[in-house]
Each structure stands twice: as C-alpha cells, then as structure tokens.
C-alpha cells in the first residue's frame, strides 16, 4: 500500500534558525497536505499542493511539491517559539484516502 | 462556528467493556474518518465513510466499528476493548468530490486508556 515517510522524526534549534522537513511517498500522489500539531492540541490544515513542481508561501513558510509529485518539503525560515509542534504530511494517492507521514517534532529554544 | 466534536474527551475504562466514542460535524461534510495517533506512529486511519452509509476500512480497523446513519454523526464502536487500544483519537471530516481533496478538520482528540 501507499507509504509516505518523513524525516527528520525530531528536531531542535535554537530560535532564528532554520527548519525543513521532508515527506517521501513510495507511489506518485495526486496531491499533498501538509498539518501541524501543537502540544496537547490537534492537527490543524496548513496548505495544500495539488500541481508538479508548486512552491507556496505563508509567511516564514516555503512548500515545496516535487517535480515527480513523489516528494515534498516545508521549510520555515528564521523560527519562532510560536512555531514548535510536529508538522504532519499527508498524501493522496489516486482517488484514495489521506496517508499521513509519522510528523517531525519541531522544538524551538529561546 | 464551524467545528468537529467528540465525546468523551478523556475515558478510562476496563478491558471487554463496550464504549461509543461521538463525532459530530456542522459542517455538512460527505467525508469522515477517525485516527488514532500513538507516539512515534503518527496518525493511522481506523476507518473513513465517504458520505451516508458508506464506510470503509482505514490501516488499522481491527477492533473497531462505525456507523453513518446522518451525515453529521460518524461514532467509532469498541466492542470489547483491550489495552492495546489505549491510544489518542482523532475524528476528522471535510468535503469531498472524487476529483479534489479538501483540508481537513479535526475534532480536538479523545484519550482513551483500557486498563
């Protein structure tokens, strides 16, 4: 069955510093969703990438869909406490359901 | 307000005790689904229903069930629990067409613990 793998499962940095995750699929996805979890809370809708090659932005945040619709990454520029949580992707393959990544856990030191 | 709830928050029952966990959407979503998420696993399908009375299994569906009889509702059934089954459940419902996927919105979890 479809697999999506993410890596890293963990990181921590130091506030101001850079972060990107990364989230591979096994199979070519139609589309991809990216979530994020904040502690004790639950997972809320960040973007989604429908076309090969798209980059999206929201703010500090940069989206990337591969060029062979097999790959993504979220890469959040300069990181602010308020930017801790696990960052979940989540892969369509087809006409199938969401199947969503493990996450990277994301800790931001003051 | 737009919004997915479930019911009971937090559970702690005792193995072969039968338990109904609620989920109610005012969205008018077709689609719903129900997660667990355990630590280091992620978010793993149970089961998803693609609008009234059509419901199928997700990764993980054994030891579970779940019936759509309105469309609003999408209760996830445990017949006889085990402690395998402690875990953090996540009802989610959106939109859906068979040519686009819409985000998601998730109910703020249930912590179920079987002793």
């Known amino acids: 069955g479809q697999q999506v793998m993410q890596i890293p499962q963990y990181q921590h940095v130091q506030e101001g510093e850079d972060f990107t995750t990364y989230c591979n699929s096994s199979?070519?996805?139609?589309?991809i969703q990216w979530y994020k979890q904040r502690p004790g809370g639950h997972p809320v809708f960040l973007i989604q990438?429908?076309?090969?090659?798209e980059v999206k932005k929201q703010k500090r945040l940069t989206f990337q869909f591969g060029e062979a619709k097999k790959n993504s990454s979220l890469h959040i520029t300069a990181t602010q406490t308020t930017d801790v949580g696990t960052y979940f992707c989540a892969g369509r393959e087809g006409y199938s359901t969401l199947t969503f990544g493990k996450g990277t856990m994301l800790l931001v030191s003051p | 307000e737009a919004q997915v709830t479930q019911n009971p928050r937090y559970l702690i029952t005792v193995t072969g005790k039968k338990l109904t966990v609620t989920c109610s959407q005012n969205?008018?979503?077709?689609?719903m689904s129900w997660y667990r998420q355990d630590p280091g696993l992620g978010l793993r399908q149970i089961y998803y229903s693609m609008n009234v009375e059509v419901t199928d299994k997700g990764d993980v569906p054994e030891g579970y069930k779940v019936s759509r009889k309105e469309k609003r509702n999408f209760p996830l059934i445990l017949e006889s629990p085990s402690p395998n089954q402690t875990s953090l459940y996540f009802c989610?419902?959106?939109?859906?067409?068979?040519?686009?996927?819409?985000?998601?919105?998730f109910g703020p979890g249930t912590r179920l613990t079987v002793l």
């Open positions: 969205m008018n979503h077709e689609y």
């Open positions: 199979t070519t996805l139609s589309n």
């Open positions: 990438l429908v076309k090969s090659g």
């Open positions: 989610a419902s959106s939109l859906w067409t068979v040519s686009s996927y819409n985000e998601q919105f």
